[in-house]
């Protein structure tokens, strides 16, 4: 699925330069759960953008099913988040104005599905997570789980080849962290996903068939999930 | 269609945001329609004024200086002094026949002769024992109109409306009678069918005539034969073939400068004066207000417009700027900067449009629901032969084209602010928006 070499990404902070990748190596096969651990700062963020097609790498290769995503237009970028990359945030990132199901419907725009079949399906996805009853509801009448089950449905509906979560679980209790990654884990495996999750929590680092750690901008891959602390 | 839900949503949820936004904009745009229906307003005022000079209809005058009063004779002072006469103004005389020539010229729809006369009253001597011995008599004045009743439609009776009796037929044309002023035949106590002496002349009150602005109009009005045949100037005993004022209706607006500059030629001596000549003559509030309209009004139309485009551009693009995690997730979902920008723009379009509408409406009513009254001071040079100060209350149509005006800035400020936040949307990248959220 993913292919990484010696990817390099450097951003300017005045007049210094923060390497925030340096030389990552890294491979994802089709269908696995990748978690990956590390201190704040290590570049995790910076390798879920590379992964997510959301920024280019100062140099090296990132390919993504055969393309290699630093070579492409913005405007192709732009169609592979759009139809094979699903994001899961960490602060749920749900629009305020829009219910549950407009906003699982966002995620449908740009493929230009017809708007009752675009309806129908945002309407499944949030019936998948257990929100039928609160399609209609506005972001901030939903709980912190609720929301981030919202935003699990919005990354699942275009049916996505790759799901990307940034601390899914980082802003919930514990009961509903794990309500949360337990539905994730069903989806992986219904849906055949390939998963790369990063996480603080050595916990849900533990539930992923492998595990890397990030650290000084490289990836340690088959570590221990302990090691990142 | 999901664009208008979205654009619907926001609408509706960020409404103080939206108001903000639509107040700034709307001020500029309310203000700028304001000016254009006020300007309206007063230009409508000036026309009333000026139609109560001239009447409805007349786009041209056409007068000449009066003539050096030769050595011995009269003129002016010398029927001044005679009981019951009637004297020409300052204007100097023309010949009738120059209305036929004026008439026949090619922009000219119709022209007609007018007469604008001073009548004086002396008492008579029967009242003198009531004077104290040596005193002068006080003559009394009022003003009269010769009017050409082959064409009513031209000159200060045109705009004359008949309140009781009848207005003049072409069979009045050699007899003694009169229409006259509303006001004047309240203060005389004159009513139809009463008698009134112009030039040893008992003519006959067979109407009263009310003007539309009231201060511009003559005390009476009579037929232009027979204030010629009554009236002395210098040695002349009667004026039969003069007149003093030439009144012209042009084919069209467009085609006044045309008739001024043919009329010159014809007759190089006259005095060729327009409706605009005049409007530009006239002082007092109402000439004030055109002037502030015009001058004061359009700059601060302006400047209070590109304020209030750089507010609603500064207010769109911080908007923007706590959107950046809602824009910022939806370039992560695949959506495309432009979809976004129109997003933007589509908000801003709406806000404007609607505010544009509301308070353009909204300021140009309320100048017309407080109608200011303005005044309008007309020079003594002019047809009536005095200062005439005409009361005119400033209206502020809000005409469709008003309207327009409104929404299209309205809606430009808009686009303009939606683009500034459309541009910084733009310049987001899904990943700019990633790390601000972290």
Redesign the interface.
Known sequence: MYTLSDVTKNYRKGDYTVVALGGLDLSIEDGEWLAIQGRTGSGK?TLL?ML?A??RPSAGAVRFSGRDLAGLPE?EL??V???SIG?V???F?L????SAI?NV???L???RIP?AK?RARAAQALADVGLSDRAQHLPSELSGGQQQRVGIA?ALVKEPKVLLA?EPTGNLDVDTRDEIMSLLEKLWREHGLTLVLVTHDTSIAERAQRVGVMKDGRLFTGAEPDDAS | MFFLTYLRRELRHRMRQALIIAIGLGVGAGLVVTVTAATSGISNAQAAVLHSLYGIGTDVTVTTAAAVPKSGSGGLGSNAQQENSLSVGDAGLLNASSVTSISHLRDVAAAAGGFTLTGISLPSQGSGAERPAGAFPIPTTFSVDGVDLAHLGLGPFASAKISSGRSFTASDTGSNVAVVDANYATAKRLTVGSSITIASTRFTVMGIARQAQGGGSANVYIPLGRAQALTQYQDLSSLTGRIDTIYVAATSASDIPAVHKEISKLLPAATVTTSGDLASEVSGSLATAASLASDLGKWLSIAVLIAAFAVASLLTMAAVGRRVREFGTLKALGWRSRRIIAQIMAESAVIGAIMGIALGFGAASLVDAIAPKLTATVPPSFASGNTNTVGVHLAAHVSVSAILLAVVLAIAGALIAGLFGGWRAARLRPADAMVQMQ
Not at chain 1, 95 to 98: D, K, V
């Open positions: 963020t953008q997510g959301m920024d405007a732009t169609e988040r759009a139809a994001f945030f960490q602060t990132n629009i305020p104005t829009l407009e419907e966002t995620a725009v740009p493929l708007a675009r919005r940034d």
